[in-house]
């Protein structure tokens, strides 16, 4: 894991709220930001596991107290169609969950 993102010096040092992922994508140079997997607290969703995707690179990232944010992930995007970029980042996010089927071959 590395912590060499310039996306993530504007996450706080604690989950983010699924309302703040959404403000990402209003910038330019966020194509999309949305948590893998979220959980309600005091009337807020937030999330510790993130996809935020760039025009160059999608990354997986996620929260783990004492340690701050980390990339677990890094898709490059470069000459790549978006969505198989956005596609692949969201497979190696899932990693061995077992709520989420391994696409087929």
């Known amino acids: 894991m590395t912590t060499d993102s310039p996306v993530l010096d504007s996450f706080p040092d604690s989950p983010v709220t699924t309302a703040a992922l959404s403000d ?5 140079a966020i194509r999309t930001a949305i948590p893998l997997i979220s959980e309600a607290h ?28 980390t990339v677990d992930h890094r898709v490059d995007g470069a000459d790549r169609d978006p969505s198989a970029v956005l596609e692949d980042a969201m497979i190696a996010g899932q990693g061995d969950s077992p709520l989420v089927d391994a696409p087929e071959e």
């Open 24 to 28: 990402l994508e209003d910038h330019d």
């Open 42 to 69: 005091d009337g807020q969703e937030i999330s510790d596991l993130v996809v935020v995707q760039t025009e160059s690179v999608a990354i997986v990232a996620s929260y783990t107290d004492g340690e701050g944010w």
